[in-house]
């Protein structure tokens, strides 16, 4: 049975840290598979549309996204392109409660990554999903929204 997780806010230092790829020797552990069901659990639980391994104080490459079309789960996601436009949307985190901001991403992107079996896979996204991947990589690079964020406020947002 999956767990929930405690998810930890800043200016907790994990937070803060560049994670680790995780090999796929790594990845078929019970561990790491059991660490990415446990986060699908707490991401729905929370409300969130995405969560970072390091928000639930794993330095690890490894993040789960809440589509419309159901749950992914991307180890080691990789941005292979990006498009050159750009859009100024309003995000939040699980990590920096009640606080929003306008930042500024890429609209479409081109993502690569393993999923839970191991898989190589490739992703199209654009809009929100594009967004959420943007944002959730950014954790692994130790980088919150707020870094980037204009506007920033106080209040209910989404969380990514
Ligand atoms: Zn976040």
Redesign the pocket.
């Known amino acids: 049975m999956a767990k929930i997780l405690t998810i930890l806010t800043i200016p907790n230092q994990i937070l803060r840290k560049k994670s680790e790829d995780v090999s796929s020797k790594k990845l078929a552990e019970k561990k790491l598979q059991a660490l990415a069901l446990n986060m699908v659990k707490t991401m729905k639980e929370r409300d969130?549309v995405?969560?970072?391994a390091p928000?639930v104080g794993e330095n690890i490459r490894l993040i789960t996204v809440n589509t419309k079309d159901g749950v992914l789960i991307l180890f080691n996601p990789k941005i292979t392109k990006n498009s050159f436009a750009k859009e100024w949307a309003e995000?939040?985190?699980?990590?920096?409660p009640g606080v929003y901001g306008k930042v500024r991403r890429n609209k479409k992107i081109n993502c690569v990554y393993f999923n839970i079996s191991g898989e190589k896979k490739k992703i199209s996204a654009e809009g929100l999903l594009a967004r959420v991947i943007q944002?959730?990589i950014?954790?692994l690079d130790g980088i919150?929204?707020i870094d980037k964020a204009k506007d920033i406020q106080k209040a209910d947002s989404i969380?990514?």
């Open positions: 969130g995405g969560l970072a928000q995000e939040g985190c699980l990590s920096v944002h959730e950014d954790h919150l929204f969380n990514l």
